[in-house]
């Protein structure tokens, strides 16, 4: 229910046109239905973005019969920018360092085929491959920790979700989650829980410390960025993909919680969905408050079965 509602909630705020809507649907298509990989189809989405704002662009210029015009401000404003070159390279060697450390001492100490190494190569490359937020990162996470690497199974996997939601932090948190799954016991010469928490740790080393280095890379450049036309025409595109992408991880979680056997629906957790889905939709109700309701009559539901 929490991530249908998400669904229409991106959805409402996005898709503007019938031509957003097409690149949504497509975007849902690819992932759910050909299988592309999430990162490919974020570049594609970006690319489709950036060729239709071309196209849009130069349709504007021929009709008005004008060439492109300069703007002072923008160009003062771009002037004032402190683009220093050894802040940068600093920033990227230093996150560089921090990133080495870890990640390269346990390919060094466990070898570049452990189930450690393979965790931090894994985060690593969804944190700088994946764009639109937590609900579009875990669509990917799904689909390659329990189909590609098998850590993991569906209904764990969506049990992880809803720890995820139950607990303080961000939602992006379950990827701990999966982490520490993986490595649990697949780590030979450590004991399970050892390697579950180093498994956990370096996941949620390798998810985070990308971000403060684009954070702080782009902070400096965050107006003239959202001012430059193709840029945010890229971005456009990719906001229309993550709404595929969360509306393939609402089926895909509905899927294994409704008919976590493949057979038989599961009637209580059909009746919680439909609950809280509604009540998110027609009173606004929190998200907190949905997964509070949800653990309770879980609870309640598991002492009555005990009794």
Known sequence: GIVADAVIRVGSRTLSSPFRVMVAAASFVAIAIVGLPFPVVIGAAALIGLTSSRIATNRSLMASGSGASTDDA?????????NSQRRVWGIIGGTLALWIVPVGGIAVWRGPDDILTTIALFFTRVSFFTFGGAYAVLSHVAEVAVNDYQWIDAPRM???LGLAETTPGPLIMVTQFVG???AYGRAPGLTPLTAGVL???LTTWCTFLPCFLFVLLGAPFVERLAENPNISAAFGGI???VVGAIANLSIYTTWHTVWPTGTEPNWFAVTIAVVA???MRRSSMPVYVMTLFGA???ALLSVIHDV
């Open 277 to 279: 889905f509604v009540s």
């Open 296 to 298: 309770l009559a879980g």
């Open 180 to 182: 520490f799954v993986a």
């Open 74 to 82: 923008s160009s003062e404003r771009s002037a004032a920018v402190h």
């Open 199 to 201: 498994g956990g740790l």
């Open 239 to 241: 906001t229309c993909a």
């Open 158 to 160: 969506v049990q992880g």
